[in-house]
């Protein structure tokens, strides 16, 4: 069963910074590009980013929202993907989903919240 | 950005009644492979998003046969053949042709 769990979420000032985990299980990781997609309190989903495989260097691309302070990475011997949030403002507050896949994306985790606030 | 704009918002359905819902694109979707990279996902309250249809009208598996999706070009449907209790939830459309990849602003279906 594939499975897609995040964490790393909680309350942070802005300016701050927090690490996103997205632990995965039930496929082979290496095989797929991984996505964070977030959801802001009550609103629609925005994309935040992507990792390609290491056959394609594992690339990156961001929306331009976030571009220069987020990161994606990820570690295909522990099957993680990982969001690194630099100089947060209150604006990313949202529940952060990471996503298998990428131009069709299948499997979504649950969520973590991220509350940027002072 | 491509911009992709959902109607109606807001889709009040009989229990039995079917439903639609339309998604256009501000540009075309088809992508340099040849396939067209339009997604419908459904969130229920409180929950995930969960795929239903990928590149326009496969469904997923597990996704009751009651949905299909159709379309070409810049406009896409969603239809939905007989509407249930557990299909109330947002709909969205999204794209994954063009980079940064976008959503619709997503469909409430209540129940009338």
């Known amino acids: 069963e594939v499975q897609l769990v995040e964490s790393g979420g909680g309350l942070v000032q802005p300016g701050r910074s927090l690490r996103l985990s997205c632990t995965t299980s039930?496929?082979?990781?290496?095989?797929?590009?991984m996505s964070w997609v977030r959801q802001a309190p009550g609103k629609g989903l925005e994309w935040v980013g992507f990792?390609?495989?290491?056959?394609?260097?594992?690339?990156?691309d961001y929306a331009a929202s976030v571009k220069g302070r987020f990161t994606i990475s990820r570690d295909d011997y522990r099957n993680i993907a990982y969001l690194q949030m630099n100089s947060l403002k209150t604006e990313d507050t949202g529940v952060y989903y990471c996503?298998?896949?990428?131009?069709?994306?299948?499997?979504w985790g649950q969520g973590t919240l991220v509350t940027v606030s002072s | 950005d491509v911009v992709m704009t959902q109607s109606p918002l807001s889709l009040p359905v009989t229990l039995g009644q079917p439903a639609s819902i339309s998604c256009r694109s501000s540009?075309?979707?088809?992508?340099?492979?040849?396939?067209?990279?339009l997604n419908w996902f459904q969130q229920r309250p409180g929950r995930s998003p969960r795929r239903l249809l990928y590149q326009v009208s496969n469904r997923d598996s597990g996704v009751p046969d009651r949905f299909s999706g159709s379309g070409s070009g810049t406009d896409f449907t969603l239809k939905i053949s007989r509407v249930e209790a557990e299909d109330v939830a947002i709909y969205y459309c999204m794209q994954g042709t063009h980079w940064p990849y976008t959503f619709g602003q997503g469909t409430k279906l209540e129940i009338k």
């Open positions: 540009q075309g979707l088809v992508y340099s492979d040849g396939n067209t990279y």
């Open positions: 990792i390609r495989i290491k056959t394609y260097g594992e690339t990156t």
């Open positions: 996503i298998r896949g990428r131009q069709w994306p299948d499997y």
């Open positions: 039930g496929f082979t990781f290496d095989d797929y590009a």
